[in-house]
């Protein structure tokens, strides 16, 4: 496919599970992104990928949440012990490269709508 | 930190008539991009425009358009001859120009009706 992907769409999770949203990034882009968006509101960064290195986990909400990119392509979020504040859609964003000056746009997935019950 | 602000929550407007979404942010630093994005009920995000700090002209992409006032930290968006299809929550957002900074800082989002 020619954009980014991710799955599941939809996930709904009992308080205390674990969940696991799997990102599949445009081929070849260097730079991966998970944002979070809360209902109605504008999405917040978690953390930031160039190839396989995590440069940026500033976002990460605590220490249940944890993400990787292993071999610098596909990406997944985990969330351990899963609370009800987890609930939001999960955005990934995926951008070719991080050229200084340049725009380095980003392209975002469908996202993971995440229901904590 | 760099914060960005919506002041609007929601804006309606005619078809083929033009409106204007209104976003401000901080920051301080003097080199940074900034952008409006549209997301459909679907979801997936989509780039409407984008601006370069250090460039004095403004933005334009077919009928949007934005104005972009560096001094006084504003970047609306201008869309003219509104379409059904431009109904969307847009969302502005701010991105350093470091190397080392790619995330994007959101706003809380502009909800736009389309009234036909």
């Known amino acids: 496919g020619a954009g980014v992907s991710q799955s599941p769409r939809y996930k709904v999770a009992k308080r205390g599970q674990d969940v696991a949203l799997r990102c599949d990034p445009i081929s070849g882009h260097v730079s991966l992104f998970w944002y979070q968006q809360a209902l109605g509101q504008g999405p917040e960064f978690l953390t930031y990928f160039q190839n396989e290195a995590q440069l940026d986990k500033s976002g990460l909400p605590s220490d249940r949440f944890f993400a990787e990119r292993p071999e610098g392509s596909v990406s997944t979020l985990k969330i351990q012990r899963t609370q009800q504040e987890d609930s939001a859609v999960y955005l990934c964003a995926s951008s070719l490269g991080v050229q200084a000056g340049a725009p380095n746009e980003q392209f975002f997935g469908p996202g993971t709508r995440l229901t904590v019950l | 930190a760099q914060t960005v602000t919506q002041s609007q929550p929601e804006m309606s407007v005619q078809e083929a008539e033009t409106v204007t979404l209104s976003c401000t942010y901080d920051t301080s630093e003097s080199d940074y991009y900034l952008f409006w994005y549209k997301q459909p009920p679907s979801r997936q995000m989509i780039l409407v425009i984008r601006?370069?700090?250090?460039?004095?002209q403004n933005a334009t992409e077919n009928r949007f358009s934005v104005n972009f006032q560096k001094a006084a930290k504003s970047f609306s968006l201008k869309i003219s001859d509104s379409q059904l299809g431009d109904a969307a929550m847009y969302f502005c957002a701010y991105r350093s120009a470091y190397q080392g900074a790619q995330k994007l800082v959101f706003g809380q989002g502009t909800r736009l009706t389309i009234n036909p």
């Open positions: 601006q370069e700090a250090y460039k004095q």
